[in-house]
């Protein structure tokens, strides 16, 4: 493996997020300032949108980290296109709501009950949902109906979504979400990193592993690196373990443009070439910052080296299939940061409930 011909303690340009090799880039810098002010708001919608590899799920579990649990219960759902009632049941579940036979107005019931007791314990719930592009818009209006509810004036649900881009532009279409977009508090659209963060954002993760200025970049290497990514960090990962596979197997310590633009000569053959140069200018940064355009997602196209193609060297063969490995794997949580107020709810109030209000009771903000 090219970790070990480099002198490296392991993979600097996996797939999978892993929380040591978190970068912060100009667009994540801004999320995370989106993400501070919106969770010191301490009720209504975040809304983070980006192209597949953008580094949502990253953005995610940096946050999830850097929570602390003893102010801040989060219950977190990866979508599959869930129904309404499904949703209820599994934030139910996250609040340790026995929901099994229930109907609808108990599993509402219920949850508030559980948000109740969340809020008994000092803490404020924060419901996050990764891959948000999936919910039917029954499910979305659910979620609306959840955040009404309500301690003292105080909500006691937040609500996270991050999806791509497709999810934004929904939210921003439909007449039926529009109590909803009305109680987003803070968007904002992961974009590509730049150019000049190329450099740096490799030099990074090789420190992580151990790097000692072996092996190197040039600036025309870096640009061919970032033109074929798109500036996308999941792309340009895969490009960049390529190359150090090349590197290792040609005793190269300085890539140029030229070694980098073999190795995309290599991955266009195998089906896996980038169509980044043919990308639309990217959504604004953040909401209400201009008006919306809408951005196709770019799929990530893998294939299957048939055995007719120009045969590679097993360790070539045995990186490929564990970046496709961890393709699949990409979506699984891991991290990065997070700003949080606690909110002072009146748990006096609350522990002085003489009975759990009727669902005809719920106040409703909206």
Known sequence: MYDDHYGLTGRPF????DPAFWFDTATHRKAMAYLGYGLSQGEGFIVITGEPGTGKTTLLGHLMRTIDSARLNVIRIVTTQIEADDLLRLVAAGLDVDHDGLT???LLSGIERGLHNVARSGRRTLLVIDEAQSLPVGSIEELRMLSNFQAGGYALLQIFLLGQPEFRQRLHGSDRLEQLR?????????DPMEVEEVGPYLEHRLR???????PSFSP?????LHRWSGGIPRRLNQLASRVLLFGAIEGIDRFGALDVDNVIADLDKDGLGSRAGDAEADEPAAFGDAELRPMPPRPIHLSVVESGQRPAPPVADTEALLARIES????????D???RRVLTLLVDWVEGEQRRPDLTS???AG
Request: aromatic letters at 2%.
């Open 220 to 224: 025309d290497a870096l640009e061919s």
């Open 362 to 364: 719920v106040r409703v």
């Open 328 to 335: 699949l794997e990409a979506r699984l949580e891991q991290q």
């Open 182 to 190: 009305q109680r987003v508090i803070a968007m904002h659209h992961l």
């Open 104 to 106: 609808k107005a108990q």
């Open 14 to 17: 996996q797939l999978t997020p």
């Open 208 to 214: 992580v592993v151990g790097w000692s200025g072996s």
């Open 337 to 339: 940061l997070a700003l």
